[in-house]
DNA sequence: GTGAAAGCGCTAACAT
DNA sequence: ATGTTAGCGCTTTCAC
């Protein structure tokens, strides 16, 4: 086993910048060893081996003994590449967004990449700056996550901001909403929101409302829209006041329910379909229904959008539009992580499956 | 407006290592501002500022026009710090998880600081070998978050790793788990399962089960044994059998249920109260059980721990002991990212709060 | 107030 | 196969 020693105090390198005792150097390495310093980073983090294998013992000797550990940032100076890849998300605490994140943090961990991760809270223009710190460090690839608020000034930036990351070596993916000039991996959300919405009709639902998310987020908008079109081409109108916005949050859920079961009393007699855009949603809209006393899905039904794991417990079990969230992560960080082959942006389209489930059951008597 | 505009090819630095087209150094911003490298350092990234107005507003020009960004590898050599701190956590899709690392990740934002996350799957010695991944880059401080196995052999590499990175200037604290001459934050798992199981006892309940978790993970043990102890000190004993193992887990809470049902037939008619030594094993076990057809409070009650957020509209709302995840998150973000007064070790105890609701109800008849 | 110059630790020509 | 050496882009002493 090895013994970890400091080197001696008195052998500090004479510069303005104090070494910590500790830090142990290549230089420290090779001279222990007695070979030169590109003899020592050869074997010790150099891919092509061209060293005789006693002095490469040698080295790993002198490198164990001494406790040395590369300076990844000499490293990333010195080959003008560092190992790291970043990942913008609006809120790591939403298991949408985490479970998109498990995916890329294990197909980035399984290239001995480095990860680092943002998280926005939803701020516009989050993605933007953090892009430009990305590039400060000089990331191989970042990976923005969500859809984004449809503030033109705004894409515009990013756009611009992508670019400038592209043309300084690195690569950008989205997931969710495609970015012009980077690869994107992209959920078919009016064709699963229409799937959806044939499928309910086909149940023999008739009465719907929407808990449609954010007003200006794009993949709320195309889930409402898909949905709406949908209905409408089966001869079924949805009034604008049947469509409630909100945060994509639980407590969005939770308030839009109840703005809808205020506007609507005779939701219940109807046996309404409620579609939220967002499984989270749909869970904050579950919880209102069972404050103010109604049975799911006896009074009202309930659909939601992603088929989020964390939440396939509830109860009753949702109806919902399966993404495939950890692997939509693994695709977009396979995109812009493996060697590159073309040079025109990548879309990756991934489509949805509709899970019919006890939240939408119809009265028998309906 | 600043207008981005690559410098000129012909430009380009006489080196080995290719410089992209579109990477502006502080040099090319020197130069075009007609000063020193060292004033525009000064200017644009120095702390005190003594340059006069004039050449600064020209530096300021120069780095807007040419689109510059500092490169952090460079910096982080020139001073020896970086701007880096490091996450370990067992599953970042795990909401227990992902709660804590919101809550270090916005305290490291708040510090304009890089969060570099891994998560190890569980993996013993997962946080060994990250610990050595961010000594190389020079992270200023990383956050154990989670409970360990009891393997000596892995503490023993693991404390080690822990001074070796704080010997080359790093901080380190640990969530949930101490780690010997680390920070840490300790939630009272003891204290948490005790009163818990006072409060059950308090209620009418006299026969329990425990879904334990990993028999071999600290906090595991420590939520058992403080159940078990408490519940002893009442006059009531827990059989063997009737602590289950199992992963920490969904999956693992829906398994350990089955076998506990299947090896206790009469858990329904003393309307059992089972203990998940975790939420999300709890809402396994509820699934579990609307499977067997158990009724929850009715035929067996159910009990969790950690009071997790996206977890909070189950049905039946369960009977948990009260973590404030992010809080704890922020608080040992805290503890690493400030300045240091002390040198010894500081340990942060996290009372629990009882949260006693439907799930453990008991039958009126009982 | 400003600039020249010496590194930080490492890699990759290039020479031997 | 091995060593010598010139940087990578930045900060900071030190002299002016």
Redesign the pocket.
Same mark, same amino acid.
């Given at each position: 086993m090895a013994s970890i020693s400091a080197p001696s105090p008195s052998g500090a390198?004479?510069?303005?910048?104090v070494?910590l005792p500790g830090?142990v150097?290549?230089?420290d390495?090779a001279e222990r060893a007695?070979?030169?310093? @590109? #003899?020592?980073?050869?074997v010790?983090?150099?891919?092509h081996r061209?060293?005789?294998p006693?002095?490469?013992e040698l080295v790993w000797q002198a490198a164990l003994e001494l406790g040395?550990?590369?300076?990844r940032?000499?490293?990333a100076? @010195? #080959?003008?590449q560092s190992n790291l890849v970043g990942i913008v998300v609006k809120d790591i605490a939403d298991p949408y967004f985490s479970t998109i994140a498990s995916g890329i943090i294990a197909s980035a961990a399984k290239r001995k990449l480095l990860v680092c991760l943002a998280s926005t809270s939803s701020e516009p223009g989050g993605e933007s700056e953090y892009l430009a710190l990305m590039r400060a460090q000089r990331a191989r690839a970042v990976v923005l996550v969500g859809s984004r608020s449809d503030d033109e000034e705004l894409e515009r930036a990013l756009t611009r901001e992508v670019g400038v990351f592209q043309q300084a070596g690195g690569r950008v993916v989205s997931i969710g909403q495609p970015v012009p000039g980077a690869d994107a991996v992209v959920p078919d959300n009016v064709g699963g929101a229409d799937a959806l919405a044939r499928a309910l009709v086909a149940q023999g639902h008739r009465h719907f409302a929407v808990l449609a998310g954010p007003e200006h987020t794009q993949a709320a908008k195309e889930r409402l829209h898909g949905f709406q079109a949908a209905l409408r081409s089966c001869g079924i109108a949805l009034a604008t006041q049947d469509a409630v916005h909100s945060a994509f949050t639980r407590d969005g859920g939770y308030q839009a329910m109840g703005t809808l079961l205020a506007r609507r009393k005779r939701l219940f007699k109807q046996q309404t379909c409620v579609f939220a855009v967002t499984d989270v949603m749909a869970v904050g809209a579950l919880a209102r229904l069972r404050v103010a006393g109604a049975s799911v899905p006896d009074d009202i039904c309930l659909a939601g959008f992603g088929d989020i794991d964390t939440l396939r417990d509830v109860y009753p079990p949702l109806t919902t539009v399966r993404l495939p969230l950890r692997t939509m992560g693994d695709i977009g960080a396979g995109l812009v992580l493996d060697e590159r082959v073309g040079t025109a942006p990548r879309i990756v389209p991934i489509s949805c499956e509709i899970q019919l489930r006890m939240s939408t059951e119809l009265r028998t008597a309906g």
């Amino acid at each position: 086993m090895a013994s970890i020693s400091a080197p001696s105090p008195s052998g500090a390198p004479s510069s303005h910048v104090v070494a910590l005792p500790g830090v142990v150097t290549l230089q420290d390495v090779a001279e222990r060893a007695r070979v030169s310093v @590109a #003899t020592a980073s050869r074997v010790l983090n150099g891919s092509h081996r061209t060293v005789s294998p006693e002095r490469s013992e040698l080295v790993w000797q002198a490198a164990l003994e001494l406790g040395y550990t590369v300076n990844r940032h000499a490293q990333a100076m @010195a #080959t003008g590449q560092s190992n790291l890849v970043g990942i913008v998300v609006k809120d790591i605490a939403d298991p949408y967004f985490s479970t998109i994140a498990s995916g890329i943090i294990a197909s980035a961990a399984k290239r001995k990449l480095l990860v680092c991760l943002a998280s926005t809270s939803s701020e516009p223009g989050g993605e933007s700056e953090y892009l430009a710190l990305m590039r400060a460090q000089r990331a191989r690839a970042v990976v923005l996550v969500g859809s984004r608020s449809d503030d033109e000034e705004l894409e515009r930036a990013l756009t611009r901001e992508v670019g400038v990351f592209q043309q300084a070596g690195g690569r950008v993916v989205s997931i969710g909403q495609p970015v012009p000039g980077a690869d994107a991996v992209v959920p078919d959300n009016v064709g699963g929101a229409d799937a959806l919405a044939r499928a309910l009709v086909a149940q023999g639902h008739r009465h719907f409302a929407v808990l449609a998310g954010p007003e200006h987020t794009q993949a709320a908008k195309e889930r409402l829209h898909g949905f709406q079109a949908a209905l409408r081409s089966c001869g079924i109108a949805l009034a604008t006041q049947d469509a409630v916005h909100s945060a994509f949050t639980r407590d969005g859920g939770y308030q839009a329910m109840g703005t809808l079961l205020a506007r609507r009393k005779r939701l219940f007699k109807q046996q309404t379909c409620v579609f939220a855009v967002t499984d989270v949603m749909a869970v904050g809209a579950l919880a209102r229904l069972r404050v103010a006393g109604a049975s799911v899905p006896d009074d009202i039904c309930l659909a939601g959008f992603g088929d989020i794991d964390t939440l396939r417990d509830v109860y009753p079990p949702l109806t919902t539009v399966r993404l495939p969230l950890r692997t939509m992560g693994d695709i977009g960080a396979g995109l812009v992580l493996d060697e590159r082959v073309g040079t025109a942006p990548r879309i990756v389209p991934i489509s949805c499956e509709i899970q019919l489930r006890m939240s939408t059951e119809l009265r028998t008597a309906g």
